[in-house]
């Protein structure tokens, strides 16, 4: 694998296991009402800074329209 792809990879991975050993061990609470929202958000910032459109993605949870 190429040595950008596994710096990037580790980035990605470190900072949503990152999130995760936050929110599993507690320290998540005090910090936001809602990790499912923080998650989503640092998501699409990495997905940003690989220069991906993202524009139109959705907040976990939410539904589609029908119109």
């Known amino acids: 694998m190429p040595p950008a792809a596994v710096a990037l990879a580790l980035r990605m991975w470190g ?3 990152g999130l ?27 997905l940003r800074s690989l220069g991906l459109d993202v524009e139109h993605a959705r907040h976990p949870g939410t539904r589609r329209s029908s119109a």
Do not use: F, N, R, W
Not at 21 to 33: F, I, K, N, P
């Open 15 to 17: 900072c949503m296991h």
């Open 20 to 46: 995760i050993s936050l929110e599993v061990y507690g320290h998540l609470g005090t910090q936001t009402g809602d990790p499912a929202k923080l998650y989503h958000a640092e998501l699409l910032d990495l």
